[in-house]
């Protein structure tokens, strides 16, 4: 349910008022203004459908569908404003909003404090997770499925490269199939958050075939029966289905270390995925938020936009797999666009 109030909407008409004034636009931005009755040639911010312009927006595969939704609906309601989205992982979306090529990245980590000291200026719009998976023809699968898998395993397969073989990580020596582990060739958000979750510290800590782009990472995971790898939970998880997506199984991960799988471990719905997360019950990290980053303080059309990602644009993340702001999250976001 969408959860944008009558302050909400005050606070980011009060923002453009205060930013219309001397309101520079970035490179391939129109920003209108009109003549009001403030004052003897001070102008005033023109009504949004005024709107009008492009958008480049690079960064995230996690965020990048979520991206596509949003910009078609803002388009219908501002048709003037025109995007231009490209995926290609958030350290893309970084080296692109610094470089001045795209107005908007999408950042599916933290911000590192050197890319704030190069003038990266970002807000969290959403939170995603990303989840184990494994190929449906796993030979361990059942087993997989009944007991999950913990911490410290993890980090024997990404990390340290002590499990070998699917018998290490089921606790049966006699079964000796070679665990064929992935991760990302491009730099992924992902992979930062899988990192650090499995016991490493950066993306480049993870061992692993590296696959370029996290479709072709699920799709390497789904044909393969001995892969292990990671994805997001909008890849996890069929969107239109709200089922796991063919081929592939979230594994549990054993939070507390019981053996078991418990129910509010094992996810085979995206409902279920989006509910865990939510409410904190998923770990984090391989949960965090996804962010929006812009070089600078967002002005012109790309802070109207990011605003209402921040505020209406909230209505559009579940259906899409996402994770809504809570209202005391929207409201900082909000704040650090005023």
Not at 77 to 82: A, I, Q
Not at 252 to 261: F, K, L, R, V
Not at 273 to 293: H, I, K, Q
């Amino acid at each position: 349910m969408h959860r944008t109030s009558w302050i909400t909407r005050i606070l980011i008409a009060t923002m453009f008022a205060l930013t219309a004034c001397g309101m520079s636009a970035p490179a391939g931005e129109a920003t209108k203004v009109i003549d009001g009755a403030a004052g003897a040639g001070e102008p005033t911010a023109a009504p949004l459908d005024a709107l009008s312009g492009t958008l480049a927006i690079s960064g995230a595969f996690a965020l990048y569908p979520m991206m596509t939704v949003w910009a078609e609906e803002y388009q219908k309601l501002h048709p003037n404003v025109e995007f231009d989205v490209q995926g290609g992982g958030a350290g893309k979306g970084m080296t692109d909003v610094l470089a001045g090529a795209v107005d908007i990245g999408m950042i599916s980590r933290a911000i590192k404090p050197e890319e704030e000291a190069q003038g990266a200026y970002w807000v969290a719009v959403t939170k995603d997770a990303v989840f184990p998976i494994i190929s449906a023809s796993n030979p361990v699968a059942a087993e997989i499925t009944a007991n999950g898998i913990t911490q410290v395993t993890f980090n024997k397969i990404f990390i340290t490269g002590e499990y070998k073989t699917w018998g290490d990580v089921v606790g049966k020596p006699e079964i000796t199939d070679e665990i064929h582990v992935f991760t990302r060739s491009d730099a992924s958000g992902a992979a930062e958050m899988w990192s650090k979750f499995a016991g490493g510290k950066v993306q480049d800590d993870l061992k692993g075939v590296a696959v370029n782009g996290e479709p072709a990472l699920v799709d390497t995971v789904a044909k393969d029966p001995l892969a292990i790898g990671f994805a997001n939970l909008g890849s996890t998880f069929d969107l239109t289905t709200g089922a796991l997506v063919d081929g592939v199984i979230a594994v549990p991960i054993d939070a507390n270390e019981n053996g078991s799988a418990d129910a509010n471990e094992y996810y085979k719905t995206k409902d279920e995925a989006l509910t865990a997360v939510a409410s904190g019950a998923y770990p984090s990290p391989p949960a965090r938020f996804e962010n929006l980053a812009t070089k600078g303080k967002p002005t012109g059309l790309a802070l109207a936009f990011i605003s209402w990602i921040v505020t209406d644009g909230q209505q559009f993340l579940e259906p899409s797999g996402f994770v809504e702001l809570t209202a005391e999250q929207q409201a900082q976001s909000l704040a650090k666009l005023k």
